[in-house]
């Protein structure tokens, strides 16, 4: 069975540390030279990702799918909105994870990662002892498919937190239906072709919880990156501005909506759709007064898979711009270095 791999060094929890009255960074978290944060109520000029509307992508509204095309194409980045995802499942999982991020540092050990494994408690990407860390504690877990889940995270995860968390998969899973369907339409594809690649998909979720820093300046989030899967459904549990996305060469925030999810797309979404649609360079950014929770959902498809380019989007005009390659290889080789921008695709570039 190809099996998710990965591992990052086992590093202390910055909830933790950021609960100590300090005034100075510890120089392991400093990131000197990183672009500076832009607030977007500082610049009110900068432009703003596209909202799209689910509702309409479902009753075939061309502007709509049109719209939705644009954004896939131009920003790899757009705000949903009237998703219909019941209002409880969601504010059920904002109080869920907020909980669970506050409960004892005690506790939270019991979920911590450890060696060779990625799930759980701490940080990805950590590949070295030199390496800069980012000002975050994340949890992450595989939540399908089911043989994917650890037996000691999941299932002893307090309730109703774990049972919100199901449902709230799920509830993703059916929105990443919708959204791959009305691609397929968008890119004038045979009905199945790319959906057939999201049958029994796989997924995890990554919940960010960024402390506020005395030195916002001099630390990092989360490292400029793109993500590896396909589609990720990000939501921004608290309404803290963070986010910012890479377009032309500056760094655009995205303000947090309310009822709306944030939907990227991964570089599995590139290959497949022959660079046509892109995944786009994104960091969170950190602030001095307020934390920050955010839970990405990543999805992709099932890891005993080839992805490549596929044949409709291969043209005279635009031959394939991508190498085929096994999920669970593309994954695991990301899960393997440093975060760095938009690199790791290249390995599969032609
Ligand atoms: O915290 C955020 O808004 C971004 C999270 C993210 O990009 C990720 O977890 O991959
Ligand atoms: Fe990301």
């Known amino acids: ?50 909202v799209i509307d689910l509702s309409k992508l479902l009753s075939d509204d ?23 995802v019941n209002p409880s499942i969601v504010e059920n999982m904002k109080i869920g994870v907020e909980q669970f991020f506050n409960l004892p540092i ?12 990625m799930q759980g408690f701490g940080q990805l990407f950590v590949v070295s002892d030199e390496q800069k860390l980012e000002w975050a504690d994340m949890f992450y877990i595989n939540t399908f ?7 000691h995270l999941i299932p002893t995860i307090p309730l109703p937190f774990r049972d919100h968390l199901e449902t709230y998969c799920l509830e993703l899973k059916k929105i990443l239906v919708k959204i791959i369907g009305s ?4 890119l004038k594809m045979k009905t199945n072709e790319l959906l057939e690649f999201f049958e029994d998909p796989g997924q995890g979720l990554r919940m960010n919880y960024y402390p506020p820093c005395p030195q916002p300046e001099n630390v990092i989030g989360l490292n400029p990156h793109s993500d590896s899967g396909a589609l990720t459904i990000l939501l921004q549990v608290n309404e803290v501005e963070g986010l910012q996305i890479r377009k032309d060469g500056m760094w655009i925030p995205v303000k947090p ?20 649609y892109r995944s786009i360079e994104h960091r969170a950014t950190i602030n001095s007064k307020n934390e920050r929770i955010s839970i990405a959902t990543f999805h992709r498809p099932q890891m005993s898979r080839h992805i490549g380019p596929t044949p ?11 190498k085929t390659i096994g999920v669970a290889d593309y994954l695991n080789g990301f899960m393997l270095r440093k975060l760095h921008g938009k690199s790791y695709i290249d390995v599969v570039k032609i």
Not at 15 to 25: G, N, P, R
Not at 145 to 151: D, F, I, V
């Open 1 to 50: 069975m190809a099996m998710m791999k990965g591992t990052s060094l086992l590093v202390p929890s910055v909830q933790e540390l950021a609960k100590q009255a300090i005034t100075k960074v510890p120089e392991r978290y400093v990131h000197p030279n990183q672009d500076p944060i832009v607030a977007s109520n500082t610049n009110n000029s900068l432009p703003q990702v596209p």
């Open 62 to 84: 061309a502007t709509e799918l049109e719209n939705l095309d644009h954004a896939c194409r131009d920003w790899g980045f757009f705000q949903l909105i009237n998703h219909k």
């Open 106 to 117: 005690e506790e939270k050990k019991k979920f911590w990662q450890t060696p060779n494994d």
């Open 145 to 151: 498919p089911l043989y994917s889940r650890h037996p």
């Open 183 to 186: 691609m397929e339409k968008a």
């Open 257 to 276: 909506l309310s009822n709306a999810f944030v939907i990227n797309i991964g570089d599995m979404l590139e290959i497949l759709t022959n660079g046509i």
């Open 312 to 322: 409709t989007l291969i043209t005279v005009e635009r031959p394939a711009l991508f």
